[in-house]
């Protein structure tokens, strides 16, 4: 195998097939160690791993455990929870949907891990299996999801990924690859050792494709390198329900609370972002291209609103001239 001397994880090798240009490699394959949570999504994780390293999943029938681990987690951390975005619906769902997953996992196995790192220096994969159950006939992988899509290709391919690495680790393929969603509970998926393998030479095919930039509504939605990939922003122009625009900096206003408005002027006229947190008025000058990315728009008279939230990235591009 050809390789460009870095890591993937299960996660960036999905964003890998997706687009080449998105993906992030490593130098080195480790794992990602605690930390204080800053949504929803995290302190859940982190709920679930203390539930199951302390064993309280084998007797939680009625999901208490797991609502109260969230809630230690919560004060270990010192995190108002009720502060995190979908925080109270999160929690609810840790209750009602934790005696199911503790039957997912009786039903896999007698013992269960979290947090499991596994790596193969050959494909130079790695992942952090938020599960692992044991059994003498192969046991099995879940996966946490906290958000709505818990069926699609890049978790697929995320967890095919894992079970190449279970394999690596164990000599043989668990018996079960599982997406345990919150909102819908397990999603099984099925997988063959014909299928694994293509996803790892799909991968390496992709690998030789660095910096091929694929864009697409859905597909560019969370990638960490927008702000400067050309071809995203001309593709862009052309999306129906865009959440990013582009445009010189015409006026710049102080809004409530600390926060920041700013009018751009773009090929479809004068447009303002209201709500921005991480641009200071002080530190704009009209003139210069402003870039903001996952942005919700609505139309506003003859022109269209902005509106930024908390995810929301923003970039002024260096002076061309």
């Not at 938020?130 to 059994?135: E, G, I, L, S, W």
């Not at 479809?268 to 704009?284: A, N």
Request: glycine share 8%.
């Amino acid at each position: 195998m050809t390789h460009l001397g870095q890591w993937l994880s299960a996660t960036s090798a999905g964003q890998l097939l997706r687009c080449p240009a998105s993906a992030a490699y490593a130098s080195t394959a480790k794992p990602i160690p605690p930390s204080q949570p800053q949504n929803a999504g995290t302190l859940a994780h982190l709920a679930m791993s203390a539930w199951l390293e302390s064993g309280a999943w084998v007797d939680d029938e009625h999901g208490q455990g797991l609502q109260h681990a969230w809630d230690r987690e919560a004060g270990r951390w010192k995190v108002d929870a009720k502060r995190l975005p979908d925080s109270v619906m999160t929690r609810a769902r840790l209750r009602s949907r934790g005696p199911e997953l503790a039957a997912v996992l009786k039903n896999a196995g007698a013992t269960a891990h979290s947090e499991v790192f596994l790596q193969d220096r050959v494909s130079m994969l790695y992942g952090q299996l938020d599960v692992v159950v044991d059994n003498p006939r192969g046991g099995a992988v879940v996966d946490l999801k906290t958000g709505k899509d818990a069926n699609s290709q890049g978790i697929r391919t995320q967890l095919l990924i894992y079970a190449a690495l279970f394999k690596r680790e164990s000599g043989h393929l668990p018996n079960s690859l599982i997406a345990f969603s919150l909102q819908h509970g397990p999603v099984q998926i099925e997988f063959s050792q014909r299928e694994v393998d293509d996803v790892l030479a799909h991968v390496e095919v992709a690998r030789t494709q660095r910096g091929l930039a694929v864009p697409d509504s859905k597909g560019c939605k969370y990638c960490r390198r927008r702000l400067t990939c050309e071809p995203h922003w001309n593709a862009a122009r052309a999306w129906v329900d865009a959440d990013c625009i582009e445009g010189s900096i015409s006026k710049v206003e102080a809004a409530a609370g600390g926060l920041t408005a700013v009018r751009l002027s773009t090929t479809s006229g004068e447009q303002w972002v209201t709500g921005l947190t991480r641009l200071r008025p002080q530190d704009l000058i009209t003139g210069p291209k402003l870039r903001v990315t996952e942005v919700a728009g609505r139309r506003s008279g003859a022109g269209r609103e902005w509106r930024a939230s908390r995810s929301t990235r923003a970039s002024v591009l260096p002076d061309e001239g």
